[in-house]
Antibody, heavy 122, light 107 residues
Framework: EVQLLESGGGLVQPGGSLRLSCAAS????????MTWVRQAPGKGLEWVSG????????YYADSVKGRFTISRDDSKNTLYLQMHSPRAEDTAIYHCAKTPTPLLSGSYPDYWGQGILVTVSS | EIVMTQSPATLSVSPGERATLSCRAS??????LAWYQQKAGQAPRLLIYGASTRATGVPVRFSGSGSGAEFTLTISSLQSEDFAVYFCHQYNSWPRTFGQGTKVEIK
């Protein structure tokens, strides 16, 4: 059974930093591209970032480009999202999600974690 | 950026009835369109990918159709567990985008 468990969320001040982690199990993590998708309170879904197998390719939404960094550690079956200089508008539940392919091209999330809340506020 | 527009925002349906949800893209996404179901407090669940292929374990009452810029998710006979929010998602172009969701509620 595919399981994705996010951690590292919480309250962060604007301009601070926070690192989210996503521990994966139930599949061969290194073989698949992974993504982060967020959901602001009461809002819809926003794709944030994606990383291909072995980290060869990364993509970011314009809203986070230059501030967030996605990475993965295949030896630990873990996906990360480093958030630098977060803003109030980054407040959301952050879901990590697996895709069914090694590459991000033409791929979509097929399994999702429950999500972790990040609140950006002073 | 491709804008995904879902309609209606809310759909009131009686159990056993058919529900038809629409998703329109601001430009063609070919068949690179997925549908997700989300219940309150839960992670989204993949229902349909490739516009019309049911994901593993998804009941046959869920069906997807369309290509290009117009898509439809049909739930043939609503069950109590189907009342939820449904999102469409295009994965044809960067950045990936989602529709704003259609809430299917009990009439």
């Amino acid at each position: 059974e595919v399981q994705l468990l996010e951690s590292g969320g919480g309250l962060v001040q604007p301009g601070g930093s926070l690192r989210l982690s996503c521990a994966a199990s139930g599949f061969t993590f290194s073989n698949y591209a992974m993504t982060w998708v967020r959901q602001a309170p009461g809002k819809g879904l926003e794709w944030v970032s994606g990383i291909s197998e072995r980290g060869g390719s990364t993509y970011y939404a314009d809203s986070v480009k230059g501030r967030f960094t996605i990475s993965r550690d295949d030896s630990k079956n873990t996906l990360y999202l480093q958030m630098h200089s977060p803003r109030a508008e980054d407040t959301a539940i952050y879901h990590c999600a697996k895709t069914p392919t090694p590459l991000l091209s033409g791929s979509y999330p097929d399994y999702w974690g429950q999500g972790i809340l990040v609140t950006v506020s002073s | 950026e491709i804008v995904m527009t879902q309609s209606p925002a809310t759909l009131s349906v009686s159990p056993g009835e058919r529900a038809t949800l629409s998703c329109r893209a601001s430009q063609s996404v070919s068949s690179n369109l997925a549908w997700y179901q989300q219940k309150a407090g839960q992670a989204p669940r993949l229902l349909i990918y490739g516009a019309s292929t049911r994901a593993t374990g998804v009941p046959v009452r869920f069906s997807g159709s369309g290509s290009g810029a117009e898509f439809t998710l049909t739930i043939s006979s609503l069950q109590s567990e189907d009342f939820a929010v449904y999102f469409c998602h295009q994965y044809n172009s960067w950045p990936r985008t989602f529709g704003q969701g259609t809430k299917v509620e009990i009439k």
